[in-house]
């Protein structure tokens, strides 16, 4: 990939990885929050006409977020390395959640599909939660794949599989897992998920800088 062209999808990646996190931060910061105290005419509101405007910039912020990381990915090729991959692996899971999981089923809740909206819900919201826990991990793999060494050169984080590595991927595919048949936990509060978030962070980061 020549150099002006991967630059350009640099530059779409963070643009775009912009518009899917921040709207994933306000779907479970604000949002949800907001729903918590909502009257029910106004929460009605909300969910007919602002959630589906939301939740199409959301989508496809994931989409060409995810097109571009791919097209950077297959440039850097066998240089990639353990932060990064890692990265990318929590970036797969929240692209797969949003349009196989979330998507699916906030058409339920707005009203655009037909089903059960009691059940939909939760589901969507244990994928939302799980995306929004795998973010911190996923930003340290970004920039970890260039900063994430210490005194060690590029030589100390180049190596593409560790066991550190390995052990870290596990973590990552278990918490998918959970996004998939488990349950909320400590997500269920945003002070319980950005607390998981950070240290989830950085247990990654100790299993990928140590071990």
């Not at 990318?88 to 906030?106: C, E, H, K, R, S």
């Amino acid at each position: 990939m020549g150099l002006i062209l991967e630059f350009l999808f640099r530059w779409a990646h963070v643009l775009f990885g912009i518009t899917w996190i921040g709207l994933l931060y306000y779907f479970n910061f604000v949002q949800t929050e907001y729903f918590k105290e909502a009257t029910p005419e106004a929460k009605g509101d909300a969910v007919k006409k602002l959630a589906p405007r939301a939740l199409w910039w959301f989508r496809w912020g994931a989409m060409f977020t995810f097109l571009s990381g791919v097209a950077l990915l297959a440039s850097v090729g066998p240089a990639s390395n353990g932060y990064l991959l890692m990265g990318a692996l929590a970036g797969t899971f929240m692209f797969l959640n949003v349009w196989l999981i979330i998507w699916p089923n906030q058409k339920i809740v707005c009203g655009i599909s037909q089903g059960d909206a009691a059940a939909a819900a939760p589901k969507a919201g244990l994928a939302s939660r799980t995306n929004t826990l795998l973010s911190f991990p996923m930003l340290m793999g970004m920039l970890g794949s260039k900063h994430g060494y210490i005194g060690g050169g590029v030589e100390a984080v180049s190596q593409n599989v560790t066991a550190g590595f390995i052990i870290a991927a596990a973590v990552v595919v278990a918490i998918e897992l959970n996004a998939i048949f488990g349950k909320m936990g400590p997500m269920a509060s945003v002070r319980g998920v950005i607390h998981c978030g950070i240290a989830l962070t950085a247990v990654l980061f100790g299993l990928m800088y140590f071990i």
